[in-house]
């Protein structure tokens, strides 16, 4: 069984940055698509940044394009989010996941993703 565990989410004044970080263990892990969603209150689960198998491409939703970067260190089993530039509203709790197999796709789509973290929150103060 496949775990994601998240990591770096707290407290900062809008315009600071936070660097998440997303570690997988267990199971037959090969290089999966991976990616993270977020979900404010009251609001649905929303996609933010996905990552291939070799970290070569990326996508962003355009409300963070310019602020976050998804990058990955295979050796590590590890996907981090670099956010800069934070803003109130990018407050939410931040969901790293991944889909089987070997992720030569990008995937937006919260149901293309089988295994999903705990979650970590974000909060950004103004």
């Known amino acids: 069984q496949v775990q994601l565990v998240e990591s770096g989410g707290g407290l900062v004044q809008a315009g600071g940055s936070l660097r998440l970080s997303c570690a997988a263990s267990?199971?037959?892990?090969?290089?999966?698509?991976m990616g993270w969603f977020r979900q404010g209150s009251g609001n649905e689960r929303e996609f933010v940044a996905a990552?291939?198998?070799?970290?070569?491409?990326?996508d962003y939703a355009e409300f963070v394009k310019g602020r976050f970067t998804i990058s990955r260190v295979n050796a590590e089993n590890t996907v981090y989010l670099q956010m800069n530039n934070l803003k109130p509203e990018d407050t939410a709790v931040y969901y790293c996941?991944?889909?089987?197999?070997?992720?030569?796709?990008?995937?937006?789509?919260?149901?293309?993703?089988?295994?999903w973290g705990q979650g970590t929150q974000v909060t950004v103060s103004s």
């Open positions: 267990g199971g037959t892990f090969s290089r999966p698509a």
């Open positions: 990552i291939n198998w070799s970290g070569g491409s990326t």
């Open positions: 996941v991944a889909k089987l197999g070997v992720g030569y796709r990008l995937y937006s789509s919260l149901h293309e993703y089988d295994y």
